[in-house]
């Protein structure tokens, strides 16, 4: 969409959406057990299909997933140094498993180092634009603060919650150094910057609980993969200046996946009727308006087959026998005051219970019926936007 309308494109970091590995593979290459692919099983000077050169990006640098293989740089469609050895952890993470996939490796591959050499290739990806007369759109997914949790030494011990705070110190210094470079290169006056992030904390963020006296969830209820909130609920912070205030926060429901309508309406982009099912335009918050039609009035969130939870305003409805998927200690739910017992489904209403201890649904059954209703609706039709047949999102209220 960006490049129809004249923006230069870069995703630098972690990609994670697939490439076609197949296509390097030599004739009979077999894998090992545990180790996956030796080195040799593959053509490394070959290019690699179905990246994101092949998805809309003019350019690429990173190394897919910092705990798949292969591990070595990417840019573009071909790895800049051809793995020779099997994987092997470097360094040991200083919280949690390296959790790292068998596979081919570059002898001598650190995993601290990924992050910084991530941030420098942005860094310096920024300022190669001041010589280009297009406007440009960076996508930078980091590696951190996924496992595994490997922060540099001169990250280790700022903060008082062991290696994942210390990763996450790193990371803060990582969000400043792009920053710097947009101010440093005459770009912060006319540049979004979108920041958020995927999922809610790994099933490591209980120990960090004993251990730091350290939430990583905050208030929330709930990890990565959990239907609770503090699974899906996510930060989302946006700097456009003259255009949002500092300081300006909204309560209203928007989803990641409403990224798309609000980008196409900024760039006067008419969306095709068979693309962004989901997403809704949320533009007029960002212009600081508390509510207009058209905006989110639900969201459905999943992590396995039937096992949902919708919300709508501040209800939310967990239609399933828990809303946990990642497995949670006994001592966690005692101290907090969590039921401990199982349910057919869960209501909760965030404005007066944000951690979800509350149970509503025997005292609410209308609410849970039109709940349900409404998931069922949405999973019925298939989307959730506003659409009509035939035709596009319309751009009301675009950016003039």
């Known amino acids: ?131 280009n007369d297009k406007p440009f759109f960076l996508y930078f997914p980091w590696t951190s603060p996924h496992a595994p949790i490997v922060p540099t030494k001169e990250f280790q011990g700022k903060t008082k919650a062991g290696g994942y705070g210390d990763f996450m110190f790193q990371s803060d210094w990582t969000a400043g150094q792009v920053l710097k470079a947009l101010d440093e290169n005459g770009f912060r006056e006319n540049t979004i910057v979108i920041f958020t992030s995927d999922n809610g904390p790994e099933k490591y963020a209980y120990n960090r609980i004993r251990n730091f006296q350290h939430r990583s969830m905050g208030p929330l209820r709930g990890l990565k993969r959990d239907i609770w909130e503090g699974g899906h609920r996510v930060p989302f912070v946006i700097r456009w200046p003259g255009i949002i205030k500092i300081g300006q926060t909204s309560n209203a429901l928007i989803s990641q996946i409403d990224l798309m309508a609000t980008i196409a309406a900024i760039v006067d982009y008419n969306l095709p009727a068979n693309t962004a099912e989901d997403s809704h335009n949320f533009l007029p918050l960002l212009y600081g308006k508390s509510k207009y039609d058209g905006i989110r009035e639900a969201h459905i969130h999943n992590t396995k087959t039937d096992h949902y939870a919708i919300r709508e305003g501040e209800w939310v409805l967990i239609d399933a026998k828990s809303g946990g998927v990642s497995k949670v200690p006994e001592w966690f739910d005692k101290e907090n005051g969590y039921e401990l017992n199982s349910y057919n489904e869960a209501l909760y209403n965030l404005h007066e219970d944000i951690a979800q201890r509350k149970n ?39 950016l003039k």
């Open 1 to 131: 969409m960006l490049r129809t309308q004249g923006y230069r494109t870069a995703c630098i970091g972690k990609w994670h959406l697939g490439w076609n590995w197949d296509a390097l593979k030599r004739d009979g290459a077999q894998s090992e057990i545990k180790k996956g692919y030796p080195p040799d099983a593959f053509n490394w000077s070959k290019p690699i299909p179905d990246g994101p050169i092949a998805h809309g990006f003019d350019y690429y640098f990173g190394d897919d997933v910092p705990n798949f293989p292969p591990y070595t740089w990417i840019e573009n469609e071909h790895v800049l140094a051809a793995p020779s050895v099997p994987y092997v952890p470097n360094p040991i993470p200083s919280e949690g498993s390296a959790e790292g996939r068998g596979g081919p490796m570059v002898e001598g591959w650190r995993q601290d180092q990924v992050m910084p050499r991530l941030t420098e290739k942005v860094v310096e990806w920024i300022g190669q634009q001041k010589e």
């Open 360 to 398: 509503l649904a025997a005292e609410y059954p209308e609410k849970v019926m039109e709940l349900r209703a409404l998931l069922q609706q949405i999973r019925k039709q298939g989307h959730s936007a506003p659409r009509l047949a035939g035709k596009g999102i319309s751009n009301t209220n675009k």
